[in-house]
């Protein structure tokens, strides 16, 4: 059997702070909430969430500071303690991902309240969670509800959104990763899913002169297309449309390199040089990624050229069940070097 798990409601519009109370009253979400938010997500959006709940509902809040299993256990303890029969997720990514997956555990519903557009874990089913030094993709659930507040995510810096679109061009060679996982392993493969995931990474190309002025339509059109990743890997079971060795080269750089970068912004540069190993025109990738004003080389991740070459060389070992154009031995540093240098990301 295939289970797809889908958000029950999705908002997107401005305004929408207050909102929470009357979609966690349609859905019939019980008395006891739980707001997740990270230092900064707090003053952004959360603390007036939270204000705006406490006069329907019997409110409690933590504050997340990464997408970690310790922070996961943090949450499920908290909702032991105080009973919470829901959770609220305002933030990035990590954020969202440590909800998705306590949500998961406890087995109570959480919203996805978005700050920022710089992820497609906004609405997906699947969390990307630190345990022991590394990232692993966990299967947890899609939010009941994603509440995505423009006038929120607008105040975000742009380099947000510019990540957010790193992001879905990603799905170019995700996809043909999980094609040749398909050909070579036999891989479980959805057309429905990779055409989808296919389709926000076509829309990024074609409107990256509009998303780069950075405008209320701009954040529209990505917050839709991250949406759209979230709903495509739901319908696969598993994050294989929107993550293939371009993820795995960001994961190695978030475990190698002293200061990583926003995640968009490594798989963009890291679907530039993915797209290259597999014979794809990655120039149109890189003028996109440009156009939009996305990191395209490691000067411009701040990241030293040498943890390029070491996470090329180690992104095979991160998820090895994950098959990809890396194949079982991955790179050698000669052609991980090789592969930097003519794609120009160092
Ligand atoms: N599950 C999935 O399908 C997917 C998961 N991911 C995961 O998502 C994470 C990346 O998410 P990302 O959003 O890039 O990064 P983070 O969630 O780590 O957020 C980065 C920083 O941005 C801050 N921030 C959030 N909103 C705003 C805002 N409006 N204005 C200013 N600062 C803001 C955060 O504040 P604060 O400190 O308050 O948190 C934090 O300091 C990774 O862990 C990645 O693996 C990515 C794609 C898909
Ligand atoms: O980032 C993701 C999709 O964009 C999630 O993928 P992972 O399975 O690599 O964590
Ligand atoms: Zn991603």
Not at 138 to 157: E, F, H, L, S
Request: one cysteine or more; glycine letters at 8%; charged letters at 25%.
């Amino acid at each position: 059997m295939h289970l797809m798990q889908l958000p029950r409601e999705v908002l997107l519009g401005e305004n929408l702070k207050g909102e929470a109370v009357n979609v966690a009253k349609r859905l019939g979400l019980g008395e006891k909430a739980l707001v997740l938010y990270g230092p900064k997500t707090k003053e952004i959006a959360g603390k007036d969430i939270e204000k705006s709940l406490r006069e329907s509902f019997d409110v409690s809040a933590l504050v997340i500071r990464e997408a970690s299993m310790e922070e996961v256990e943090k949450t499920l303890t908290k909702i032991r303690d105080d009973n919470s029969d829901w959770l609220i997720a305002v933030g990035g990514g990590s954020i969202i991902d440590v909800a998705k997956l306590a949500s998961f555990k406890a087995g109570v519903p959480f919203i996805s309240f978005p700050t920022t557009a710089s992820h497609d874990g906004i609405a997906s089913a699947n969390a990307s969670i630190k345990d022991l030094g590394t990232k692993t993709s966990v299967k947890a659930v899609p939010p009941v509800a994603v509440i995505a507040d423009v006038g929120v995510i607008k105040t975000a810096p742009y380099r947000y959104l510019a990540a957010g679109v790193g992001d879905m061009i990603s799905n170019l060679t995700a996809v043909k990763d999980w094609q040749l996982a398909h050909r070579i392993k036999g891989e479980y493969y959805s057309e429905y899913a990779a055409s989808l995931s296919l389709m926000s990474a076509k829309m990024v190309i074609k409107n990256a002169d509009i998303i780069r002025l950075g405008n209320e339509e701009s954040v529209r059109k990505v917050v839709k297309g991250l949406i759209s990743c979230g709903v495509a890997m739901s319908i696969a079971g598993s994050s294989r449309p929107a993550s293939g060795a371009e993820h795995l080269f960001s994961h190695a750089l978030d475990a190698i390199a002293p200061k990583p970068a926003l995640h968009g912004e490594q798989v963009g540069v890291g679907t530039i040089i993915m797209a290259y190993l597999h014979g794809l025109k990655w120039e149109r990738i890189r003028e996109t990624l440009k156009k939009v004003g996305a990191p395209t080389n490691a000067y411009e991740l701040g990241i030293d050229p040498e943890y390029i070459i070491e996470a090329l060389t180690i992104a095979h070992t991160i998820r090895p069940e994950r098959y990809t154009i890396l194949g079982k031995d991955g790179l050698t540093r000669e052609a991980a070097e090789k592969a930097a240098k003519i794609t120009g990301v160092i």
